[in-house]
């Protein structure tokens, strides 16, 4: 209620007049509402007028307020008298409660007390016990200790469990200050320093001579000390910190030429000449590949000691509580693998230190990419003699260790990681191989001569891929990469011989002697035929010992040099082809009805005129153009296609010639005789062409007889169903017989 009244009085004052607003402000200053008033510059007479004025009307105000609330007052005052009863009457009762709580602790205090002194008289009591406790097992330990260390190796675990124990005693108690112990708690921390040394010369014997026992021993010690887990990853700390410093040693061009000039100096002795610069001599290379040796045998030697620890981790247990050590030493709840982890450190320090030579020294970069093959070889040795441990090595389920903040992860197989420090070395290697099988064939068509390379040339290119095959033998996986490059090298080497094929009517004409593209063609078939045989050659003498795929993929890109072979000797024998179909054709132009053969006094019949222009055309094509090739073989290769089809073609028009009399069958039967010595130009044996040849010989004998009654066996002839030819067109009886005669004989 009063809020209400207040809240109204000052809506009011507010409606009056503008000068009563700035007294109702919260930051009101009597000072400063003078000094603007003066400052306004109005009449102060005025000012003190209006101001009375506005005290009366306040005055009236409240007057006005108190008479019209007057009972609420009145209520409010009877109110205030009621709240004072109240108070008086808990007042009294506070001042009974303070009485009553004196009384308690009177009669509290003096127990509290008692019990407090008791209290602290027991734990001073205890604290005695407990101290001289401590103070009589120092002693026995302290004099058990002594007796332990004179025992030597033999007592050191002992030895370590008694200073194990006595770590427990003094945990949490300082004993310095008691007279009585203060030699044993200096003969104690001398005694732990000696364990300590002993141990880890122990552990570092058992490491070098791969003593299990020795190891062993140390372990338990440090197990005993509570100590095991820093001493292992210090321990293989140390192996990967001794690799780094090897590592370094071995890869730093200084220190390199330093040992080249220390070398040069010991075998020159005083006066000796002047030593070359690092890189410019064998020397030096020779010094950094002996050091590269080195640096792998530490490697190696450090790698089986890091394996060594780990195969006696995971086979000792304690005696007291029987838990493997390993087990005591996992992280996330994962045995940690130490192999590996050194391993990961190892080839993450070659990576960073070979990159770094590479960037920081020329002779070096040189040297690596140039002799990749032998760096490759002494890491293949390094891998070859670690393959004992490669399931450690491999063994990436179980390979983080903590080192830090940071956790180290094996995230390759651990031949990957380790080549994965030389990859730039490798690519180097091969763009230069590549670059190196390239710049003899690049030399041999470089001049723009249309001649293909000679056979020394040849030579000379076949000499280069085999150098680089021979060379990457000493890896599998370089030398099926090397054998990609070798491909790349033989189909380089078809795209420029096929430049060099004339591929016009001229290399295709049968008419005259050869052409100049002819000849052109067939010297560049023999360029390829001796690089292909030279290159087999190569492969032959590789298969033995060089990787399957390397042989296939060089083998597989030879096939191109055969295919470009067969496409420039096509166009002569489609040709040739062409011309035989023709001569053979003109078999239908003679006269075949005569009743008896015309023999000129000649005891044999001779044979017919289309047969000698065959002849003389075959032999022509044999002493003109085949002979220009070399490669017989594979020249009578691809013309028995052509040898097989005259034979066939040959057979079919003469089973359907026409007229054909009694002479006319002797003659036919004479040309077949003839045929078989117009073909023997083109292939190397008649009896090569196989079911053409036997369809020859088979129909050969049926111009014979006359009758179908004869019956003669014909089965040494050996003409299979497939070779019978569905003869449509059979116009007279003869031609029949001929027809029966032959199914007769094919069915036999």
């Avoid at 016990?129 to 302290?142: E, G, K, Q, T």
């Avoid at 064939?441 to 290119?461: H, Q, R, Y």
Wanted: aromatic share 6%; with cysteine; net charge negative.
């Amino acid at each position: 209620m009063a809020g209400e009244n207040v809240s109204s009085f000052q809506h009011l004052i507010s409606q009056d007049d503008g000068l009563f607003k700035d007294f109702l402000a919260d930051d009101f200053n009597v000072k400063e509402h003078a000094n603007q008033l003066l400052a306004s510059g109005l009449i102060i007479a005025d000012q003190l007028a209006a101001l009375v004025q506005g005290i009366d009307t306040l005055d009236k105000q409240l007057r006005d307020q108190v008479a019209a609330h007057h009972e609420d007052l009145l209520s409010q005052a009877t109110g205030v008298e009621t709240l004072e009863g109240v108070l008086q009457m808990m007042h009294t009762r506070i001042q009974s409660l303070l009485s009553a709580i004196e009384r308690v602790r009177t009669k509290v205090v003096e127990p509290f007390n008692k019990i407090s002194s008791r209290t602290q008289q027991l734990r001073r009591l205890q604290d005695t016990c407990d101290l001289l406790r401590r103070v009589i097992r120092v002693l026995y330990l302290s004099k058990r200790l002594h007796g332990q260390l004179q025992g030597g190796a033999r007592e050191i675990t002992k030895a370590a469990q008694s200073l194990n124990e006595l770590d427990y005693v003094f945990e949490g108690v300082d004993l310095s200050g008691l007279a009585i112990i203060e030699s044993d708690r200096r003969f104690v921390k001398q005694a732990r320093k000696e364990v300590e040394q002993q141990a880890d010369k122990m552990m570092g014997q058992g490491m070098e001579t791969q003593n299990q026992n020795q190891v062993a021993t140390a372990l338990q010690v440090f197990h005993n000390l509570k100590c095991l887990r820093s001493t292992v990853e210090h321990v293989v700390s140390g192996c990967v910190e001794m690799c780094r410093q090897k590592i370094q040693q071995s890869l730093d061009s200084k220190t390199l030429t330093q040992q080249q000039e220390k070398t040069q100096r010991h075998r020159a002795g005083p006066g000796g000449a002047a030593i070359p610069s690092a890189g410019s001599s064998a020397a030096f290379r020779a010094t950094l590949w002996t050091s590269v040796e080195k640096m792998m045998d530490s490697i190696h030697s450090a790698c089986v000691q890091v394996n060594h620890l780990q195969k006696v981790l995971t086979k000792k247990r304690d005696p007291v509580t029987h838990v493997c050590f390993i087990d005591e030493l996992m992280a996330d709840g994962q045995h940690i693998n130490f192999v590996s982890f050194f391993w990961s450190e190892v080839t993450s320090i070659l990576k960073e230190d070979f990159t770094k030579a590479e960037n920081e020294s020329t002779f070096l970069k040189q040297a690596f990419e140039g002799e990749y093959p032998k760096l490759l070889r002494l890491y293949n040795a390094l891998w070859a003699r670690l393959l004992p441990i490669v399931d450690n090595l491999s063994n990436t389920a179980v390979t983080q260790i903590p080192d830090g903040d940071k956790t180290k992860d094996q995230l390759h197989s651990p031949e990957d990681s380790m080549r994965d420090s030389i990859a730039a070395f490798e690519t180097a290697y091969l763009s230069r191989s590549l670059s190196h099988l390239f710049d003899p064939i690049n030399l041999v068509f470089s001049s723009g001569s249309m001649s293909p390379p000679t056979a020394l040339e040849v030579d000379s290119i076949v000499k280069t891929i085999a150098n680089e095959l021979n060379v990457a033998s000493v890896d599998e996986r370089l030398s099926v990469t090397i054998s990609k490059n070798v491909s790349k090298t033989i189909h380089m080497f078809c795209v420029k011989c096929e430049q060099l094929l004339s591929t016009d009517g001229e290399a295709s004409q049968v008419i005259g002697p050869p052409t100049v593209g002819q000849t052109r063609n067939a010297a560049t078939v023999n360029t390829l035929y001796l690089f292909r045989q030279s290159v087999e050659k190569v492969l032959t003498s590789l298969s033995s010992s060089y990787p399957a795929e390397a042989i296939k993929t060089v083998r597989t890109t030879l096939q191109n040099v055969t295919t470009l072979m067969t496409t420039a000797v096509n166009p002569l024998l489609e040709s040739v082809s062409d011309a035989i179909e023709a001569i053979i054709l003109t078999m239908h132009n003679e006269d075949f009805s005569a009743i008896t053969a015309k023999t000129d006094g000649q005891v044999d019949t001779p044979c017919s005129l289309y047969m000698r222009e065959l002849q003389g055309f075959i032999a022509r094509v044999s002493s003109d153009y085949l002979s220009q090739f070399e490669c017989r073989t594979f020249v009578m290769d691809s013309v028995q296609p052509t040898a097989s089809g005259c034979l066939e073609l040959f057979v079919r028009h003469a089973a359907i010639v026409q007229r054909l009399g009694d002479g006319g069958k002797m003659r036919l039967a004479a040309d077949f005789a003839q045929m078989e010595m117009a073909i023997m130009p083109l292939c190397l044996k008649v009896s090569d062409l196989s079911k053409s040849y036997r369809l020859l010989r088979a129909f050969r004998p049926l111009w014979r007889y006359h009758s179908i009654q004869h019956s003669y066996s014909f089965s040494y002839l050996g003409a299979p169903q497939s070779l019978c030819y569905p003869i449509r067109s059979v116009c007279t009886f003869d031609h029949i017989h001929l027809y029966i005669r032959y199914q007769e004989i094919c069915n036999i």
